[in-house]
Each structure stands twice: as C-alpha cells, then as structure tokens.
C-alpha cells in the first residue's frame, strides 16, 4: 500500500472522526435546549402592595399578582419570571414584546382594551381617599374639591383625582411615595385602590393616616397580553378557570387578603 493512499485514509478516519463528534455535540446541544423551560415574562409594577412588591428580607418579588402569575405558569408549563418597572411604561414593553404579560393590578378600561387583551376578571376593587388621622375635614370625594392629592402615576385613582373640580393633583411613580408626601404634610389626601390602601393601614400606617368615606366605583384587574397574541390569552383564561375550579385561586385569595374571595 501507498503512503499516499494511507495518508489518505487517515485523513478520511480523522475527518469522520470529527464528523460524529459534531454530530454529538450538536444532539447534546439539542437536547439542552429542549429540556430548558418554557419563559414568561411578566411585566410588573413592584412598589404595590399586597399585589406586586418585593420582599425586604429576600429581596425577590412577592404578592397576589405574583402568586397567581406563577400558579398560572405552572398550569401552562412555564417559568414565571417577573420584570420590574414603571406603572405607565408597562403598555409601552407590552407592545414593543420586550414583556409576554402585564399583571400588575392593572383595571380593564375601554382606553386600554384598545391597545391590549385582557384576560376575564381576577380581581375587583375600587378607590379609596386616605388622609391624616387627624383630619376631620374631608368625608368623600366631594370633599376633595380644591384639595391638594396625591395619586400614582398612570393609575385609575390618578384620572378619577384629575376630574376633581379645582382639585391640585400630584403624581408620584409608587404608592408608597405618594403615602409619604401625605405624612409630611405635602398633600391632603391619597387616592388610590383599596386592597392598597387598606394594606398600607394594616402595615403600620394606621398609626398616622385613615380611610374615609365610599369606595368610588367597582374596578376589576385583569391580566393584559399583546393585541396580536390571542393564543396566550386564550391560554391565561383557561388556566384562570382551572384554577378557580380546583381551589388554588381561593388558596391565593387568602393568603393576600385573609378571605375566601365572595
């Protein structure tokens, strides 16, 4: 036998060599990228508690929205991974994809079903007023006329306070923001929703502030996905019925708000 032709035969052993090296790690490859979880990123605005907030201890995000977010991934086979920014940029990430879903105490209105899908209703609330303890003064939101209030940017208790007659409204980017200028004296009084405000009391708030008067009309939450991903929403709401109907959703309910939901 030739040099050359073993020559050659080597090089054939070596290439084929390489050949099926290739091949193994390109299946290994394969089969980490199949095994890695399926993502949802959900967009959420974390200084509203009991909804969305992060914990100070652990320092990850908790509260219902977050709870519920992760119950629905895992009915959907997803891994829940939440996105942390502004109340009013939420939309905006929303469309431009850089976010799968928004579950943010966000209240289904008209104005916003043009840009979004909402899912069914999870939740339903309303607007409160929050002022000083000592303040005697404002009873309702009739009492709001001409009064300075603080409200949380992008928000529905943010365009009620607007159509208050002479009303000076300022707008802060979290809640919590906004119960501090209250304690300083800034403002009068904070409009906001009411598991939120409520929350706020029960965590030690109630030494210097209040809730007065009715709740300013029914507002119900739901989860927003893009306009153009119909098949995710379609998703979220059977995942909402599944579960409702196998009690997980009233476990939930519980945990955040001490209750069974009625």
Do not use: H
Not at 128 to 151: C, M, Q
Request: aromatic share 8%; hydrophobic share 40%; proline share 2%.
């Amino acid at each position: 036998m030739s040099k050359k032709i073993i020559t050659f035969i080597v090089l054939a052993l070596f290439a084929l060599t390489l050949g099926l090296a290739g091949c193994g790690q390109q299946k290994q490859q394969g089969q980490n990228q199949a095994a890695a979880p399926k993502v949802l990123k959900v967009g959420a605005e974390t200084t509203f508690p009991p909804f969305e907030f992060q914990d100070e201890k652990t320092k990850e995000y908790t509260g219902f929205d977050v709870d519920l977010m992760k119950a629905i991934g895992k009915q959907l086979g997803y891994e829940v991974q939440i996105a942390s920014m502004g109340f009013d940029a939420l939309i905006p990430a929303l469309e431009a994809g850089q976010i799968d879903v928004i579950a943010s105490a966000m209240t289904i209105t008209d104005e916003r079903a043009k840009k979004v899908n909402f899912s069914k209703p999870y939740y339903k609330s309303g607007l409160t007023i929050v002022v000083k303890a000592d303040n005697n003064t404002i009873k309702s939101f009739k009492d709001l006329e001409g009064k300075r209030i603080a409200v949380q940017i992008g928000t529905t208790g943010a365009e009620e306070a607007k159509k208050i007659k002479d009303a000076k409204v300022r707008e802060f980017n979290s809640a919590s923001e906004a119960y501090m200028e209250l304690k300083a004296g800034g403002v009068d009084a904070v409009v906001n929703d009411k598991p939120v405000n409520d929350y706020y009391l029960a965590q030690g708030g109630a030494k210097d502030a209040k809730t007065v008067g009715d709740i300013l009309q029914a507002e119900e939450y739901g989860i927003a996905t893009a306009k153009k991903n119909t098949e995710l929403a379609n998703k979220i709401n059977q995942a909402l019925d599944e579960l409702k109907k196998n009690g997980e959703y009233d476990k939930i309910y519980q945990k955040w708000f001490g209750q069974t939901k009625k």
